[in-house]
């Protein structure tokens, strides 16, 4: 699915794909009715009404899945960048120069955690993971030497909530719904214009407006489906909110 949200050719295709299905499914409509002019297709056309509406509630299912998807996407940037203002404030309990050093590893991370996201990975770096395991160590050192038990029970927590938000952004990436569901609302789409061209074999002409649109339609519903489920490739953008954790690391200079 990548792939048609990363080439333009791909919809095109998908566009022409449609297109030659309804004609395919209107000559052999055709060829039926010059076999039996008397040919009533009324029975195709409950077939037809039936597959419409199969695709219909596949469509929404897909459709409100991947808004779901998306919605939760942009709240977990949300959290990560208030739990990583959470930490960097509770930085300043800790005494000295363990302070400037925890700090100085807590802006190499949000750097890191920036960079990431701006390269599309789906998974954590190693330095991701060298640095929150180095800020965990040098936060739960400073705890325990410090003189005041509550520098711990207030650093430690916000550090960990943190690093947890960060796991649940790399699973919320990941997220998607089997390949099998996109090959069955494509399956279903070409089935649907296959009997839909076939409804229209009565005509001695070619309705191009119900054409087009019944085409245009389909593929501007698949094209939007498929955009909310990956925000990074195509018009539907998540990057926008990316500016809350750049913001927040401006400030930490």
């Known amino acids: 699915m990548q792939v048609l949200i990363n080439h333009w050719s ?7 794909a449609l297109l030659l299905m309804l004609e395919l499914g209107r000559r052999i409509g055709r060829r039926r009715v010059q076999a039996d002019p008397t040919w009533d297709n009324r029975g195709v056309n409950t077939l037809e009404n039936t597959l419409l509406a199969l695709l219909g509630l596949l469509l929404a299912f897909t459709f409100s899945g991947a808004w779901s998807r998306f919605d939760a996407r942009r709240d977990l940037i949300l959290k990560e960048t208030n739990a990583i203002g959470t930490a960097w404030l509770r930085i300043d309990l800790v005494p000295g120069p363990v302070r400037t050093n925890l700090q100085a590893s807590f802006r190499q ?3 890191q955690r920036i960079a990431l996201t701006a390269a599309n990975e789906t998974k954590p770096s190693a330095r991701i993971i ?18 005041d038990g509550r520098v711990g029970q207030l650093l430690l927590p916000a550090l960990n909530d943190m690093f947890d938000i960060a796991t649940a952004r ?3 990436v990941l997220t998607h719904p089997p390949g099998i569901i996109f090959l069955m609302l494509l399956t279903m789409t070409f089935l649907a214009c296959l009997l839909a061209g076939y409804g229209m074999a009565g005509g001695s002409q070619r309705s191009w407006l119900h054409i087009l649109c019944f085409a245009g339609a389909m593929i501007m519903a698949i094209y939007v ?4 489920e990956y925000p990074r490739k195509g018009l539907v953008r998540i990057d926008g909110y990316d500016a809350l954790l750049v913001d927040l690391r401006a400030g930490m200079e």
């Open 170 to 172: 790399h699973l919320a």
């Open 130 to 147: 060298a640095l929150q395991q180095d800020i965990w160590r040098q936060a739960t050192a400073a705890s325990l030497a410090a003189s």
């Open 10 to 16: 791909g919809f095109v295709g998908l566009f022409v």
């Open 109 to 111: 991370y949000v750097d």
């Open 225 to 228: 489906t498929i955009d909310l």
